[in-house]
Every structure is written in C-alpha cells, then in structure tokens.
Nanobody
Framework: QLQLVESGGGLVQPGGSLRLSCAAS????????MSWYRQAPGKERELVAG????????NYADSVKGRFTISRDNAKNTVYLQMNSLKPEDTAIYYC?????????????WGQGTQVTVSS
C-alpha cells in the first residue's frame, strides 16, 4: 500500500533549475519525516536533504546547501526538492525516502527514482 512516486527530473544545463516532487500514499504522511537521496553511477547513495513531519526542521548535505531546498505540503501528501544552480556533479538518480517504525524497528521505503542530468 505504501507508495512513493517521484517526478520532475530531466535534462538541464549547468546553472539551471528543477523541482522534484514525491507523491506519497498508503500511510499517514503528516506524521513521518521525509528525505531525498541521490545516487550517481558508480557512487554510493547519499542523503541530499531531510525534513521533519511538520516541515519545521530541515537538513542538507554540505554539497547542496544554499542551492537546494526541501519542503512539504502535508495537505497534498507531497514532498519537494527545489534545485537551483545545478552543477554536473548533481547528475544522479534522485530518490524519495521515508522510514516507518514497527515494534521498535525502522523500515526504510524508497520511491522508484527520477533521473536528473546536468550537462551542456
């Protein structure tokens, strides 16, 4: 039942912008933290940004601070990643993630990913 569906990826030139969306369903979205990860070819998947359930607190990887903004709209069950001043090193598949706790154990859930390519 739990689903995370990313959208908004594409090809952009260096310095351009994209906004990714992650539509969530199958759980109480407003009660869980959300995050964005990315994985470039040959690299480990890394945390890009995270946001608390209410949207009151966010955190970012050092490499994207000042350029990316994570936000959420709990009324729409959607989390966003606004990406500005994109660099070729931002090229990766971007994944939406949430973690749910059952009997003291944390279970991660991932979307299918959306491709972001930054190239001239």
């Amino acid at each position: 039942q739990l689903q995370l569906v990313e959208s908004g990826g594409g090809l952009v030139q260096p310095g351009g912008s994209l906004r990714l969306s992650c539509a969530a369903s199958g759980f109480t979205f407003s009660r869980v933290a959300m995050s964005w990860y990315r994985q470039a070819p040959g690299k480990e998947r890394e945390l890009v940004a995270g946001i608390t359930s209410s949207g009151g607190n966010t955190n970012y990887a050092d490499s994207v601070k000042g350029r990316f903004t994570i936000s959420r709209d709990n009324a729409k069950n959607t989390v966003y990643l606004q990406m500005n001043s994109l660099k070729p090193e931002d090229t990766a598949i971007y994944y939406c993630r949430t973690s749910l706790v059952r009997i003291g154990t944390v279970y991660p859930y991932w979307g299918q990913g959306t491709q972001v390519t930054v190239s001239s």
